[in-house]
């Protein structure tokens, strides 16, 4: 309490001053404004990318899901192409026998990009051979009202049925259409449409509208698939009973490195030893977003940190001048019986005061940065707000301001405290 | 009347490169509570080094002083900044009014040092101060808005504020034009009447001619005490 009673009329004063000298404080405040400004911006802003990072992630399939691709033979084995036929059936069956942590698996056989046409109306995508599978490993669904997904008995009949994609069914029907038991040519055969897939609209890069014609938007892909029976796909387009991937889905994300080495062991085995596939987790690509994000913020927070030094110094250099501009009103205070530790308060509370300000400017500052930086990137991807300021930050980065203003002020304060009285009121 | 200052064998040396320089050269004096005393010399004279140290700005490097019963010859420097809140004042010759502050704060701040510092009771005090000075009326004004006469009186103001037992004066007048020279040698004097002790500092024979007492002084020396 007492300390408080000391501390009032301190930064009132220190308010005043800065009043009385607004040009030079503004000045000495800029390294600060800076610093904040540029720390609580980019901050905010890298983690809202890492944010969108996460949410891609997750629509990817979350780190639950392996994916497994066909890949060319390493040197040292070509010589042994014959001896594996690639990824069959028989590796999903021998999968699901023995290793039971993974809970869905879902083969794959990518037809390729190929042109599927309604009435005059066409277009190129990918065509995908997949199992009622695909439908938890990728964490998509097919709404009630949109019809089904490919089921057993369409494998088990090779039936000629397609579910598309949100996009590419806006693509090849007019808006008065239910595409739902057209018939449609994909690569020249008749197939009939039996569902569509759930539209995705990541919350992060979605697609701006689902009829849009072509809409933009990073994940457009995912919307813009043609799906199809993988026993009719095989049995129609490629001709072999080779799968060009798997995916995979665990129950628990703790599993994935021990599920990862069963399956790259039993792989090989079924292979004969060759290492004609790869296996990927999102894991790694969490991972490496992890490393940008430290990386990120590692050269943002050395960034800042220069400009809080400079601002620290800024702060010196005026509390230096203003104290030799005041050195008699130092003596005055003295001889009227100030000690040594208020005059210190007194100018300590003067250099807080400045970084505070400072503090406050860069952080209004920094929501402009913020606001200004989302409306660059929603223009250039269609995006939701890719940043927003956290509290947190916006706390540590005053913090941050307090403490350059506190440890630049104690140097000039020591000086204040240590005048000798009567040399203070000599001086002219 | 009581004893005040007692003062004996009082010297200051200050060292200027190699030499040593003798401001206070064996000091021996007796200040009563209630007296009106001025301190006479020529620049050099001592007589500001003496009003340093019996204002407890500085220390003597020898010699003893007893204030209000207590010896005071080397006190803290914390210890000291607590005599010159509570029981000493001091008029200057070039006002030393902060610029920044209004008359009443200017008043105020000698109070805001103390332990006891309270803003609605300082205010009251300095008010109160203005008022026996005859300034209450130019309380929010700036010093810079005040003539020399009226920011001497604001001075003094500020050193009467805290109820000090001693007033020193440094040359009071000496930024102050024939008129305001007697009215400010006036008010300073009426200040005995309320016990407190003023210690004109000047080289002014006409300034010192207003004290009761006057001690002059020479080469670190008094070379004269006598009462008027």
Redesign the interface.
């Known amino acids: 309490m007492?300390i408080f009673?000391r501390l009032r009329?301190a930064v009132i004063n220190g308010l005043?001053?800065l009043q009385?000298n607004k040009v030079r404080s503004l000045l000495s405040m800029s390294g600060i404004i800076l610093g904040v400004a540029s720390l609580v911006a980019m901050v905010t802003v890298v983690q809202g990318m890492v944010g969108n990072f996460r949410q891609f992630v997750d629509a990817m399939g979350g780190i639950e899901k392996i994916a497994v691709d066909r890949q060319s033979l390493p040197k040292e084995q070509e010589h042994l192409a014959e001896l594996s036929e690639g990824m069959t059936l028989r590796d999903v069956e021998q999968i699901r026998a023995t290793i039971p942590l993974i809970r869905n698996i879902s083969p794959e056989v990518r037809v390729g990009y190929e042109k599927v046409v309604y009435e005059g109306h066409e277009a190129i995508t990918l065509i995908l051979g997949c199992t009622p599978d695909y439908l938890p490993v990728a964490k998509r669904w097919v709404d009630p009202e949109q019809g089904r997904f490919i089921s057993d008995l369409d494998i088990l009949h090779r039936t000629d049925v397609v579910v598309l994609g949100s996009s590419i069914a806006a693509e090849l029907f007019p808006p008065n259409v239910d595409p739902l038991g057209k018939v449609i040519r994909v690569k020249g055969k008749r197939f009939v449409v039996v569902g569509l897939l759930n539209n995705i609209e990541g919350s992060g890069m979605q697609v701006r509208s689902a009829n849009s014609k072509g809409g933009s938007g990073m994940w457009r892909w995912r919307n813009s698939g043609v799906y199809i029976p993988v026993s009719t796909a095989t049995a129609k387009f490629t001709g072999n009973d080779h799968l060009t991937g798997l995916g995979l889905r665990i129950g628990d994300a703790n599993d994935l490195q021990n599920t990862v080495d069963q399956l790259e062991r039993s792989l090989l085995q079924m292979h004969n030893g060759l290492k004609d596939f790869n296996i990927s987790t999102n894991e790694e690509t969490l991972e490496s977003f992890r490393k940008t994000e430290s990386a990120f913020k590692l050269s943002l927070g050395g960034v800042a940190g220069i400009s809080l030094f400079i601002g620290g110094i800024g702060i010196m250099n005026v509390m230096l001048a203003s104290i030799n501009e005041r050195i008699?009103?130092i003596?005055?205070?003295?001889?009227?019986?100030?000690?040594?530790?208020?005059l210190f308060l007194q100018f300590l509370a003067e250099a807080a005061v400045i970084s505070v300000m400072g503090g406050i400017i860069g952080l209004s500052v920094s929501m402009g940065i913020v606001w200004l930086m989302n409306f660059i990137l929603i223009q250039a991807i269609p995006t939701q707000a890719v940043a927003t300021l956290d509290w947190k930050i916006m706390a540590q980065g005053l913090g941050f301001s307090v403490i350059v203003g506190l440890v630049a002020g104690v140097y000039p304060a020591l000086r204040a405290a240590k005048l000798d009285?009567?040399e203070a009121?000599r001086h002219e | 009347m009581g004893s005040l200052f007692t003062i004996r064998g009082l010297r200051k040396a200050y060292h200027m490169g190699d030499e040593t320089v003798h401001a206070l050269d064996g000091v021996d004096l007796d200040f009563e509570r209630g007296e009106y005393i001025a301190i006479l010399g020529p620049s050099g004279s001592g007589k500001s080094t003496l009003m340093h140290i019996l204002g407890f700005m500085d220390q003597p490097t020898e010699g003893s002083i007893v204030f209000e019963g207590e010896e005071v010859s080397s006190l803290s420097a914390d210890r000291r900044a607590w005599y010159r809140s509570n029981r000493v004042g001091f008029v200057f010759q070039s006002f030393n009014l902060l610029p920044r502050l209004t008359v009443l704060e200017n008043v105020a701040l000698t109070l805001l040092y103390r332990d006891d510092s309270n803003r609605e009771t300082n205010e009251a005090a300095a008010k109160f101060a203005l008022e026996r000075v005859g300034m209450s009326h130019r309380l929010d004004h700036r010093p810079s808005q005040l003539s020399g006469g009226e920011r001497q009186r604001v001075a003094i103001a500020r050193a009467i504020v805290g109820n000090p037992s001693i007033v020193f004066a440094d040359e009071p007048t000496g930024n102050l034009d024939v008129k305001n020279v007697d009215r400010i040698l006036d008010l300073l004097g009426s200040l005995l009447a309320e016990g407190i002790t003023v210690v004109l500092v000047t080289h002014d024979l006409g300034v010192a001619a207003k004290a009761r007492r006057v001690i002059s002084m020479r080469a670190g020396k008094v070379q004269e005490d006598r009462q008027q």
């Open positions: 007492k009673d009329p005043r001053e009385a008699r009103e003596g005055v205070r003295k001889a009227v019986g100030a000690r040594g530790s208020d009285p009567i009121l």
